[in-house]
């Protein structure tokens, strides 16, 4: 190859190497803005998938958050109160949602906190038993909404809501 050896083919050689430059710069942008294009489109199909899930296990959510809650009660009510007729009634009430919707979304934990409570209405045992059984089986639903929900407000309410700062 020859180099040019007048202005007028240096001029011409840098207007060639110019318009390739522009045309390399060009294909640059076009591909990062396709790729940058790509990685948004993805976010947006991951958020999409992700609200299209929560909205379909909310109702599940729901039904955990109020059954847990009622168990949490009768089993608490169950280990306090001093009146016959109320305590039947919510032994009662316990053993519905034992032998049924509890079930429904409970997970292995508030299943065994559930057959402890059980065990120990069925053995008649002591008040401080009844109030330890009750106890777990709040601090198992407690557990166990914290890993469904998955915002962790449940087992560290302080850190949740910025009452505590960290040291």
Known sequence: MLLPSTFDEWFKL????????????????WKDKSNNELVQQRLEAQRLADSRRIEATKPFLERQLKLYTEASQVAALIATSDEKRETQNAITRFWQLYWGELALVENKEVESAMVAMGRAITKGTNRDELQQAALSLAHACRQSLDKSWGIHAWTNPDEATGLIKNP
């Open 14 to 29: 840098l207007g060639v190497a110019g318009a390739i430059a522009s045309f390399l710069w060009g294909v640059w942008v």
